[in-house]
């Protein structure tokens, strides 16, 4: 391990930052802190996620790790960057985006095992009803965090 941060949102938890080679490789919801290592990557992260929840950014510069991902997972994550702020897509037009509309529930799966919450934004796939439905960190979090961007997910 690289690098290992914390940062406490209140209404959220407690954020746990992970560098495990090159690039931020992990964003946990836990309940308590490990021993800090710092990495400058984490330390760039904190610094971003503290922006967006202060609502001071919309868009993440930081460099990523997604390798442990398969090649499907990958894919899926990468669709969820394209999703803008403030926005929602269904997991219906996520499937459409990896240009394989059947894979609703593979798409469901690999939102559910993103290891990168918040900077890959899989809080913004909801139920193509406007449902939310499933997140890694519950509900309540996916809320919280469509909320804090103001997503008109309520159709």
């Not at 503290?50 to 398969?70: A, N, P, V, W």
């Not at 702020?85 to 459409?96: F, L, P």
Request: proline letters at 3%; a negative charge.
């Amino acid at each position: 391990m690289r690098g290992r941060g914390y940062l406490e949102i209140e209404g959220l938890g407690l954020l746990e930052v992970c560098e495990e080679k090159d690039g931020i490789s992990n964003i946990n919801f836990v309940d308590i802190k490990l021993e800090e290592i710092y990495s400058k990557e984490v330390e760039k992260c904190i610094e971003q996620l503290k922006e967006y929840f202060d609502k001071k950014r919309k868009i993440f510069d930081i460099k990523l790790d997604i390798s442990q991902g398969t090649e499907f997972q990958q894919e899926a994550w990468k669709t969820l960057l394209d999703i803008p702020y403030g926005e929602t897509r269904s997991y219906q037009e996520q499937a459409v985006s990896v240009k394989n509309p059947k894979a609703v529930r593979a798409i469901g799966g690999a939102n559910h095992n993103n290891p990168i919450p918040i900077i890959i934004p899989c809080h913004r796939v909801i139920g193509k009803n406007g449902k939310l439905t499933g997140y890694g960190g519950g509900i309540f979090r996916k809320e919280y965090l469509l909320d804090l961007e103001e997503a008109d997910y309520r159709r």
